[in-house]
């Protein structure tokens, strides 16, 4: 007997290494997509220049970005279905790494369109790869650890301004940055490489997946579209806003954008403990509403500096853990399979390339100040669809209980 209690500990124990040893590849994985997630904002005027081409035009680079995540997301979703996880996420890091060395070498904008859309593609089935993989791994338990991945993301992101704006002072143009975060992608690969791949759902347990209620799934992905759209409009164009507003130069506009992601990441670290003693739907009903705060009071009082660093600040805090919350909030309610991820990404995806493009064509032509008040629209109806979804999975277990 006491061997069997001997043999079954260290089974636990060495299962236990395993999943934090997968958890902190996918860590160091999502913090470098994170310094390649939010180079276009930082980056988009020297594009422009490179390309001799206006902002109107250079804006649809969302747009190529945001269609090739979507592909490379439904993508994503049936590779990690049916194939190992960890040999696909590592091919995906070599094509970002390659597509990012060339972005900054390309004169002309159909082109570049072109290049964005494979590294687009590569992004999406990374974090297609990310979310499912870690919910593999952890199951019902994946809340704080899922805030911890994306905190990883927002750590990339917070630090990748920050090297653009020195790599720009050194060299004079943005080719440097973008060679320098390319490097960066080759990182991960050496750790997911060396690690088994986690077992799907349905390979865990030999049950078939439950369907999904599509009432719950499309409002849920509805979400992700507002959700990331409003993250899209503020990284890509907070830097732009304030630059055309005369509130900084663009120096310190890259510190500005870096606030946002640095920001979000204290927002994503904060919440990992919150997410283990609060339900989802009360940390998402925080979110929104502070979110809402902050972009109101730039709406409200626009070009004051110390306005637009506090909203910004406050829109980074808050938007910091919903993504994450809501795919936890979305694992309580349905089985979570690579398809069903991809969907959800397929709609962040949708909200990242619509809304930013929506800005680019209305910047120049009504003012920098739409920009904002597209945000907390985008923000209200957010918080509209989180209503309808609560209502709906409310009567949904109210029918469970009846029957």
């Known amino acids: 007997m006491d061997q ?14 395993a999943r934090i040893a997968k958890t902190l590849a996918y860590y160091v994985a999502f913090v470098a997509l994170g310094l390649a997630g ?41 590779l990690y279905d049916r194939r190992r996880g960890h040999p696909v996420v590592a091919t995906m890091f070599v094509i ?8 900054p070498l390309i004169p002309l904008l159909w082109l570049l369109v072109a290049v964005l859309l494979v590294l687009g593609a590569a992004e999406g089935a990374v974090d297609v790869g990310g979310n499912t993989l870690l919910v593999w791994v952890h199951g ?9 991945l994306h905190f990883c993301w927002g750590l990339g992101a917070f630090l990748s301004p920050i090297l653009i704006a020195q790599a720009v002072l050194l060299s004079g143009d943005i080719t440097l940055a973008y060679w320098l975060i390319g490097g960066l992608m080759f990182l991960p690969i050496i750790g997911l490489l060396r690690l088994p791949s986690p077992l799907s759902h349905k390979d865990a347990t ?44 663009r120096i310190t506009a890259a510190y500005l954008t870096s606030l946002f992601w640095g920001a979000l990441t204290l927002g994503r670290l904060l919440s990992i403990p919150l997410a283990a003693r609060f339900e989802p739907r009360t940390i998402l009903l925080v979110d929104l509403l502070g979110c809402i705060t902050s972009v109101a009071l730039i709406v409200l009082l626009p070009g004051i500096r110390e306005v637009v660093w506090l909203g910004t600040f406050g829109m980074g805090v808050f938007m910091a853990s919903m993504f994450p919350t809501m795919i936890s909030y979305s694992e309580r309610r349905m089985t979570i399979t690579g398809q069903i991820t991809s969907l959800f990404l397929v709609g962040a995806a949708a909200g990242g390339m619509t809304l930013p493009w ?13 920009t904002m ?31």
């Open 96 to 103: 970002m790494a390659a597509t990012l060395f060339l972005v």
């Open 140 to 148: 019902s338990r994946v809340g704080p650890f899922m805030n911890g």
């Open 4 to 17: 069997v209690i001997t043999l079954s500990t260290h089974n636990e124990e060495a299962e236990f290494k």
């Open 373 to 403: 008040v597209i945000a907390l629209t985008d923000l209200l109806l957010g918080l509209a669809i989180f209503a309808g979804l609560v209502l709906t999975s409310s009567r949904r277990t109210v029918r469970s209980l009846a029957d």
């Open 38 to 78: 939010v180079t276009l904002g930082p980056t988009l005027q020297g594009l422009a220049d490179n390309t001799a081409t206006r902002l109107n035009e250079i804006s649809f680079l969302f747009v190529a970005r945001s269609l090739g995540y979507m592909a490379g997301s439904l993508l994503g979703g049936r």
């Open 206 to 249: 030999g049950r078939p997946n439950a369907p999904a209620d599509p009432r719950l799934l499309v409002l849920i992905v509805a979400f992700f579209v507002l959700c990331v759209g409003g993250e899209s409009i503020f990284g890509g164009w907070i830097f732009t806003y304030a630059v055309a507003l005369g509130v900084t130069d």
């Open 358 to 370: 929506l800005v680019g064509q209305l910047f120049e032509v009504i003012g920098p100040r739409v």
